[in-house]
């Protein structure tokens, strides 16, 4: 059983920043990719940013220079720093893991239950 927990999603003003969190838990061995994606009303889901287990990290054209993404292995969790808020970035964020379990070989993706940001005066 995992779970990814995510937290600090909120309404900001235009031009101001967030940082969201996810946490996993549960029997993991390892953790591959970590990463952000977004879904706006109407919209499909996109991948916002990823980093690796190593800290390679790849970012959506749109949020290059506004958005960072890091993880604490020791803690299993992944971070979204956003700043430079703008209107377009309101939507749900989801985080997603590729992890191992205890006991398998191969990895599987896992899902967040999502957290909204609001960008809006």
């Known amino acids: 059983q995992v779970q990814l927990v995510e937290s600090g999603g909120g309404l900001v003003q235009p031009g101001g920043s967030l940082r969201l969190s996810c946490a996993a838990s549960?029997?993991?061995?390892?953790?591959?990719?970590m990463g952000w994606y977004r879904q706006g009303s109407g919209e499909q889901r996109e991948l916002v940013a990823a980093?690796?287990?190593?800290?390679?990290?790849n970012y959506v054209d749109s949020v290059k220079g506004r958005f960072t993404i890091s993880r604490d292995n020791a803690k299993n969790t992944v971070y979204l720093q956003m700043s430079s808020l703008k209107p377009e970035d309101t939507a749900v964020y989801y985080c997603?893991?590729?992890?191992?379990?205890?006991?398998?070989?191969?990895?599987?993706?896992?899902w967040g239950q999502g957290t909204q940001v609001t960008v809006s005066s």
């Open positions: 997603h893991a590729d992890l191992i379990l205890v006991g398998t070989w191969s990895p599987r993706g896992y």
């Open positions: 980093i690796s287990s190593g800290g390679s990290t």
């Open positions: 549960g029997s993991i061995f390892s953790i591959n990719v």
